[in-house]
């Protein structure tokens, strides 16, 4: 394949989980079909069906994603030396923020959770995966800010980390559902008033 065959088939590639993850992230993945891609895109199905033998291949394609691009950031979140524990988990609210800011868009991850028992077993595996680096990650950074006195938990760090994770993903559920942003205002507040509680 030439170079600039190569760099095409790339783009088409990206465009296509661009689109099935808006699509999951807005309408969920058992409502979302090669047609609605193809529509948006302007390509045939064939070409979808070309990077994705099936459906089940392009929703774990876009999990996968997903997961290695916030895993990424989080880890330079983690390893930023000039960042305090404070810093960290302001820097974690952050997306949820921007979620929040678009109407009917959520979480991809938690969009899928809704539908969990309807996925393909590979994809299950790789949602279920995100919840848990996701806690993990909050549960380290909690952990080192109490251990230094940046936090005062009113728990273990490990059970506070799973109440704000669900907290901040059930925040963005009923904040697509009455369009109100304060939902995610009002919860990233009484987050931050009980880590110094």
Not at 93 to 120: H, I, K, N, S, W
Not at 166 to 185: C, E, P, V, W
């Amino acid at each position: 394949m030439r170079k600039a065959d190569e760099v095409t088939a790339s783009g088409t590639r990206e465009k296509i989980l661009d689109s099935a993850q808006h699509l999951i992230q807005t309408r969920g993945y058992s409502a979302i079909s090669y047609a609605h891609i193809a529509e948006e895109l302007e390509i045939r199905k064939a070409s979808i069906h070309y990077y994705f033998q099936s459906k089940a291949d392009l929703g774990v394609a876009v999990v996968e994603r997903y997961t290695s691009m916030f895993d990424g950031a989080l880890a330079a979140v983690l390893e930023n030396e000039s960042l305090t524990n404070r810093q960290k988990i302001e820097a974690y609210f952050q997306p949820y923020r921007d979620f929040a800011d678009q109407p009917e868009t959520v979480c991809l991850c938690g969009a899928l959770a809704g539908e969990f028992a309807a996925l393909p077993e590979e994809m299950q595996a790789r949602t279920s995966g995100f919840f848990v680096s996701h806690q993990d990650w909050l549960t380290s950074v909690l952990t080192a800010g109490e251990g230094n006195e940046e936090f005062r938990l009113p728990g273990p760090p490990d059970k506070f980390a799973r109440m704000t994770f669900s907290m901040l993903q059930g925040a963005l559920l009923i904040k697509r559902s009455t369009g109100d942003i304060s939902q995610m205002d009002d919860v990233i507040e009484m987050l931050r008033g009980q880590m110094v509680s």
